[in-house]
């Protein structure tokens, strides 16, 4: 199958094994393929364990790509690189650096001068609400609070691609809808393809342009749904449309879910 060019990702037929040193080899994803085009914001949906972070963890370059390919405009993923800008869940942030030092780190890294590195990190501090934390360490912060660290150190960046791992799971309700609406302010003013991980349906299809859902483990795509909602509408969450749309993607993941369990029951 050829590629349309129009793509900027092409995940074609993934295929992915952990071999752990003890235990059975876990076969997570099988003959995954997936086009995303530039500047979209697509989201992946699936039952826990189906696979999602994996498929992510491959794009980053942060595994091996054993069968299959990944290309990013064209290029064989081979590693981690600055187009990339992850959030991922468990990806840890430096303890012996501030928030402002762990902030700050990407944009030395980038080169950005002194001066306007200061300042974007400030702006992406507040941004996530970290005010008077600047000078905070890890340690000293709650779960939610590093997440919008890490957060705030990727956005800092502005990377064409953004991979993100649930970055929202960890927030409490308010903040989790506050960063979603940065998230898409951003998207809206500095155009970046988004793959944004999320088991959250109504998350899912008020993020996302292209909603694809994920099996149960071994994971492949089972569908790809295209939504289409104003979201500047503050009361899209009250629209039949958008209710309808969220049953329909509950309905599909719950299947895959049920089926989860029942492999993972034995
Ligand atoms: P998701 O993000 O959708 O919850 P993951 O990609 O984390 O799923 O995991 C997919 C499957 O691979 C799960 O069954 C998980 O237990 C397994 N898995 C993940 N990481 C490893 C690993 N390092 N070694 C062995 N199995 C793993
Ligand atoms: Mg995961």
Known sequence: MQAPAAAQIVVDQIT????????????AIDDVSLEVRPREFLALLGPSGCGKSTLLYLMGGFLPVETGRILI?????????PDRGVVFQHFALFPWKTVRGNVLYGLERAGIPKEERLKRAQA???MVGLQGFENSYPSQLSGGMRQRTAIAR?????PNILLMDEPFGALDAQTRSLMQSELLAIWRRSPKTVI???HDVQEA????????VMSARPGRIKSIIETNFDRSDPNLFKQPAFIEKVDEIWGLVRNEAMLAQRLAAG
């Not at 992915?16 to 076969?27: E, I, T």
């Not at 990727?154 to 502005?158: C, F, N, P, R, S």
């Open 196 to 198: 944004f991980v999320t």
């Open 154 to 158: 990727t956005l800092a960046i502005d």
């Open 73 to 81: 405009d064209g290029k064989p993923v081979t590693g981690p690189g």
């Open 124 to 126: 992406y501090i507040d």
């Open 16 to 27: 992915h094994m952990y071999r752990p040193a003890h235990g059975q080899p876990v076969l």
């Open 205 to 212: 299809v008020y993020l996302a342009e292209r909603i694809a």
